[in-house]
């Protein structure tokens, strides 16, 4: 299998944390830098909950806080989703590891033209610092291979009928990103809410020691759940990267609507009836047993590893 050097911008948010988590200890994938955004919480709390997932594991990674409001939009926080501290459900130690002194904006910048490789970012929050950063040093561009990102929805929403939460966040940041022209590669609701972490894989993870303590915890304080299982949307991504043969894809053009009762909708131009090319490369089917397959497997590898 191939290896990546990744960038992780987040909201962390529990889904945020169980990627984290997986990526933090994929032997292919070389995590060079997290960048955390305003969104399921503040960037504080955002912050805060990075350092404290990075702490646990004992993972030296330079953490760099980034924008504490959308471009325009109002900020409004997902508390009721994931908690009061972005992560509750299990009682972290005090990080004793802080953030680098230097903004999400200038460190995604600085760590990407200094790679010496191209980097692959995956976003799971608001898709703000990496508009901040794509209008304010375009010359990046070329140095991005591809940002896997969840967000949108080609189906239907989450918080309105039709807008997803990341997109709805910070629609204006959305379409900027979508517009940039880099290779984009969209895991939405589409997939996230099809292919669900099932209950029997959460309860397996509970007696993985204390890092299944922890996951356990978090997993299931998560309000996105159904009889079904949890929605863990942005542990999606990494899976994605590393086993897109898991997925079905379809590549569109995406537009971003950033008014009216649509905001943050990702239309999906199916009908080829304004574009002729294509921006996105959109998941719409997942393989949901091999999803719980490989995540089962990675946490039991962590644990077993802690
Ligand atoms: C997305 O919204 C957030 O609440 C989750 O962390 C995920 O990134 C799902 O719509
Ligand atoms: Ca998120």
Redesign the pocket.
């Known amino acids: 299998m191939k290896n990546y050097d990744i960038i992780m911008d987040m909201?962390p948010?529990?889904?945020?944390a169980v990627a984290l988590t997986l990526a933090l200890h994929n032997s292919n994938l070389n995590l060079k830098l997290i960048t955390t955004v305003a969104?399921?919480v503040s960037v504080e709390k955002t912050t805060i909950n990075a350092l404290k997932i990075t702490n646990f594991f004992n993972k030296d990674i330079p953490i760099a806080k980034g924008a504490s409001h959308p471009l325009i939009k109002k900020f409004e926080d997902?508390s009721h989703?994931?908690g009061e501290s972005g992560m509750d459900g299990y009682n972290f130690d005090k990080p004793t590891n802080n953030p680098i002194n230097m903004n999400a904006v200038n460190a995604l910048y600085q760590t990407i033209k200094n790679n010496d490789k191209k980097v692959i970012l995956i976003s799971?929050?608001a898709f703000t610092n990496i508009a901040l950063l794509l209008t304010q040093y375009p010359d990046v561009k070329s140095n991005i291979e591809k940002i896997v990102f969840?967000?949108g929805s080609v189906h239907s929403g989450?918080m309105t009928s039709v807008a997803?939460?990341?997109m709805f966040s910070d629609p204006h940041a959305g379409k900027i990103m979508i517009n940039s022209g880099i290779p984009l590669v969209m895991v939405g609701?589409d997939v996230?809410k099809q292919s669900l972490l099932t209950n029997d894989t959460l309860e397996k993870i509970k007696p993985l020691g204390p890092v299944g303590k922890m996951l356990y915890g978090i997993i299931s304080h998560d309000f996105d759940h159904s009889d079904s299982g949890t929605?863990v949307?942005?542990a999606n991504t990494i899976f994605y990267l590393l086993h897109p043969e898991a997925f079905q894809t379809k590549d569109y053009w995406i537009d971003v609507v950033t008014e009216g009762p649509a905001l943050g909708a990702t239309v999906a131009d199916v009908r080829s009836a304004y574009h002729t090319d294509t921006n996105v490369s959109v998941c719409l089917k997942e393989d949901q047993v091999a999803f719980n397959n490989w995540i089962l497997q990675e946490i039991k590898k962590i644990a077993d590893n802690y």
């Open positions: 909201d948010g529990i889904d945020d969104g399921n997902a989703v994931h799971t929050g969840m967000g989450n997803e939460f990341n609701l996230t929605a949307h942005d």
